[in-house]
């Protein structure tokens, strides 16, 4: 059994889910990892790395029987899990000017975006439950979006997304108040702004600028900083969970 504090990452294939768990095995954490695609061996080239710290758990969110199974996994290693940090979602169509009201709507994609960002990390916590109650640290983090603020939303279009970040805001509101009070476990929402990544509008990580213009980040400093706030959660322990960007700034809900 694994005694050292652990975590578990979704979405760890590649992105900025693969640099939470180099990092969190920096800080001397054991990961679970969740692989979704065969293609990609970067988690592989980290098990190398960290032969003793990083386990590879197969891990579809969007299945219930999948979501089990990793869950069965990881229970026979460990009887807690410190952080989970739910980071695997699917982008929607282009969420700037398109899919709008006067557009014709794609509703199957709404519902698989939904299946993904917002049933998908609910399964996870649900499965994964009593082991983050049986950790020191009981902290879930729910990658979210800007997107999903229906307090500053700005954006014509993009039901998909926009809607399974918004809807991920209210679980991580539901399961904060069921282990926040009694059980001083805390959800922290976080929205990790622009990245150079392989999600959604940009082409991958060495690109300076997203398909929007922006400047983004490298993924490895982002992660950084998201993992600053993490690990210092204290600051955001509240009747409420706090939904913040990875300077740990308040956004509105
Ligand atoms: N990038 C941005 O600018 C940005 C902005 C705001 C919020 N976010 C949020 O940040 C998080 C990470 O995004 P990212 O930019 O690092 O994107 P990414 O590189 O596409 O990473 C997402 C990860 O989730 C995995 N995944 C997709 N569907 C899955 C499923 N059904 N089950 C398990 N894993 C699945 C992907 O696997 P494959 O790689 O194998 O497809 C990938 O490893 C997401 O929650 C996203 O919504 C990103």
Not at 1 to 15: E, H, I, N
Not at 199 to 214: H, I, K, L
């Amino acid at each position: 059994m694994v005694t050292t504090k652990t975590a578990c990452v979704t979405g760890a294939d590649r992105g900025i889910g693969l640099e939470f768990c180099k990092q969190l095995m920096d800080e001397g954490y054991t990961v679970f990892g969740g692989k979704y695609l065969h293609k990609w061996t970067f988690m592989e080239d980290l098990q190398k790395k960290y032969p003793d710290q990083f386990y590879i758990i197969p891990l579809d969110i969007s299945d219930m029987e999948s979501v089990k199974a990793a869950g069965e996994m990881i229970k026979g290693y460990t009887d807690h899990i410190d952080i989970l940090i739910n980071n695997a979602a699917i982008t929607g169509k282009r969420i700037e000017g398109r899919m709008t009201i006067f557009d014709d709507l794609d509703y199957d994609q709404m519902i698989k975006v939904y299946n993904v960002n917002t049933l998908g990390p609910i399964r996870v916590t649900n499965v994964l439950i009593n082991l983050i109650m049986n950790s020191q640290e009981k902290m879930i983090v729910n990658i979210s979006s800007e997107a999903g603020s229906i307090g500053t939303c700005w954006r014509p279009g993009g039901f998909d997304y926009l809607m399974s970040k918004a809807a991920l805001n209210m679980s991580s509101a539901i399961i904060h108040n069921s282990i926040f009070p009694t059980m001083g476990g805390q959800v922290l929402d976080i929205h990790p702004g622009g990245m150079r990544s392989y999600f959604g509008t940009t082409e991958g990580p060495d690109d300076e600028v997203n398909a929007q213009g922006r400047v983004v980040e490298s993924m490895e400093k982002r992660a950084k900083q998201i993992l600053e706030l993490v690990l210092d959660a204290g600051r955001f322990r509240f009747d409420h969970p706090a939904f913040v960007t990875y300077r740990g700034d308040r956004i509105p809900w």
